[in-house]
């Protein structure tokens, strides 16, 4: 696959280096990112239409029969994109990248990869071989459906330094990178594009923690130990607090160890 010609690989690698102009709090590199973001993907573009059908098929998870379905659609969608314009659509957006960050950007790590080239070797080889076709199509039903398990080893970033800012500072903070911390940082990153869906996201987290933290404390452990029950309760209240907030880095900083100590309670549990 040639990366540069898969749309959502360049809204991919120009979302990670966000998160790092986010966590880094390079706010001038924040607002060029997102205006490029913006710019280029906006609904109308030859772009936005191919990286759409690219998002129909990347991280579902459905039965055969909807898989069949999705991708018998994509292909659909595919065939009324005028190439030659998102060829130089894509053009525009590549001389922008490269003008802005260091070639080391096209090596930042993006999830799915597998899926992003199958992808693209399907939908845009004209003369791809009937058996590598079928074999293409098959091994990408087998990843919707959940059938396909990927080897760890190709779960790795592609560069260990792209990344190296994003991991150090975050590790500061936290260890590990739970999958509820991934979702809040992202949708928060995200939140540009789509406020009111962020604000739906945020008010269901919510909800979610403090049910967690209610429902602590009944354990025998907290329910023994007054300062537990205090620091709970304090943590409940602060969630409650939010819904008169305006939201901000502070909010989703405390949300984040919010939801580290929930994962904790949850372990404990079990």
């Keep these: 696959m040639n990366k540069k010609r898969n749309s959502l690989f360049l809204y991919e690698i120009l979302i990670r280096e966000l998160t790092k102009a986010v966590l880094e709090e390079d706010k001038k590199k924040k607002i060029e990112i997102i205006s490029l973001i913006k710019e280029s993907f906006k609904k109308g573009t030859y772009l936005y239409e191919d990286w759409k059908n690219y998002r129909a098929l990347i991280g579902v998870k459905v039965n055969k029969l909807i898989a069949d379905k999705l991708i018998a659609e994509v292909k659909k969608s595919c065939e009324f994109i005028d190439k030659e314009k998102l060829f130089q659509e894509q053009n525009v957006l590549i001389k922008k990248i490269n003008k802005k960050f260091p070639s080391s950007v096209y090596s930042n790590f993006v999830p799915n990869y597998r899926s992003m080239a199958t992808i693209y070797q399907l939908f845009n080889s004209s003369n791809l071989p009937i058996k590598k076709r079928v074999f293409l199509e098959e091994g990408l039903i087998a990843e919707i459906t959940g059938e396909f398990k990927e080897e760890k080893k190709e779960l790795q970033p592609i ?112």
Aim: aromatic share 8%; net charge negative; proline share 0%.
């Design 159 to 270: 560069s260990k330094l792209a990344f190296k800012n994003f991991v150090e500072k975050f590790n500061t903070s936290y260890s590990v990178l739970i999958k509820e911390q991934k979702q809040l940082l992202e949708k928060y990153i995200l939140s540009t594009f789509n406020e009111v869906e962020f604000k739906y996201y945020l008010n269901e987290e919510i909800g979610r923690l403090k049910s967690v933290l209610q429902e602590s404390l009944l354990m025998e452990e907290i329910k023994l130990d007054s300062e537990m029950t205090d620091k709970s309760n304090q943590v409940i209240n602060l969630l409650e607090s939010y819904k008169d907030k305006t939201i901000d880095g502070k909010m989703i900083e405390e949300m984040l160890k919010i939801q580290q100590l929930v994962e904790e309670i949850k372990s404990n549990a079990n």
